[in-house]
């Protein structure tokens, strides 16, 4: 099957375009706020509910895991993108206040992560978007400019839908070093992709990396796209979950990652937002 969301496009043909005060590489931080219902299983096929184990290892996010990444970021002065299931508007009132305080970005992120867009009729996933979209609207004064969908979860109809919905960007793809515009029926929509390479749930709960390795792959990750980032700028994507990165033993590693990154000359630190907007205006 033919993929028609966009062309093929070698990066070593395109047009050049530049980033603000001639950077190198544009940074951006995402932190995934999300909300997991008891009453749901994990794991796809036969599994026990409640799954205290599961459960309670993501639990750990917004009761301290969130704060001690919060206090990390606002040390190094960045304002993240957080994808937002809307549901923890209701749940976990106060991290979106505290949010709202520091001026980060909220991006959709469906109701909760329990809940996937797949094996949806278009119809219905069009209801759960405009749903999470709406209450996100109610929480913040405004919709959200970009979203990740739960789970990375797509059907063939999302972009479509997140696009009449007013959504300009959309983070789930990890295909790219720049953000590049999707195919969809009515409005625009830039990918703004997200390496899952770089995750923190790929490095520590599926690879099982050490906190000194996440700060070795980002920082060699940064380190290639810098370089290349003189004659064509990059994207550095760093993905973020409060109860993976949140843990005690982990969260230096973030400290130590802010504070190489922003060592460097010509780094451009932005929101989502920010840079797909950017794109849009100048690439």
């Known amino acids: ?14 047009k050049k375009f530049t980033l603000p005060s001639d950077a ?22 036969p599994s026990h509910v409640p799954d ?16 001690r990444l919060m206090e990390v970021l606002d040390r190094h002065n960045v304002i993240p993108s957080v994808p937002l299931n809307s549901a923890v508007c209701d749940h976990y ?26 094996g949806l009729t278009e119809e219905q996933e069009r209801q759960v978007i405009h749903t999470s ?14 979203w990740r969908s739960p789970g990375l979860v797509e ?13 300009k960007y959309l983070s789930d793809w990890a295909n790219d070093d720049q953000p590049y515009p999707l195919k969809v029926k009515k409005g625009e929509l830039i990918a703004l992709p997200n390496s899952m390479a770089t995750s923190d749930m790929q490095v520590f709960t599926h690879e099982y990396k050490t906190p000194e390795q996440f700060f070795e792959i980002i920082r060699d990750q940064f380190d290639t796209l810098y370089e290349e980032g003189a004659a064509q700028p990059r994207l550095l994507g760093v993905s973020l979950h409060p109860f993976a990165i949140g843990l005690p033993f982990r969260i230096g590693a973030l400290d130590k990652i802010l504070r190489y990154l922003k060592s460097r ?9 920010e840079i797909a907007s950017w794109y849009h205006d100048h690439a």
């Open 1 to 14: 099957m033919e993929n028609t969301r966009f062309d093929y496009s070698p990066i070593i043909t395109r």
């Open 24 to 45: 190198r590489v544009a940074v951006w931080v995402s932190v995934n706020v999300e909300y997991f219902d008891i009453g749901k299983p994990f794991a796809p096929g």
């Open 52 to 67: 205290i184990r599961a459960y309670s290892f993501r639990d750990y996010g917004p009761r301290v895991g969130i704060w």
């Open 93 to 118: 009132p106060l991290i979106v206040e505290e949010g709202k305080k520091q001026g980060w970005e909220f991006m959709g992120h469906g109701i909760s992560n329990s809940q996937t867009l797949a």
């Open 133 to 146: 979209i709406e209450r996100l609207a109610q929480a913040l004064g405004h919709s959200p400019k970009g």
């Open 155 to 167: 059907t063939f109809n999302t972009p479509d839908i997140l696009a009449a919905e007013g959504i």
């Open 265 to 273: 000359d010509r780094v451009w630190f932005a929101t989502g937002w």
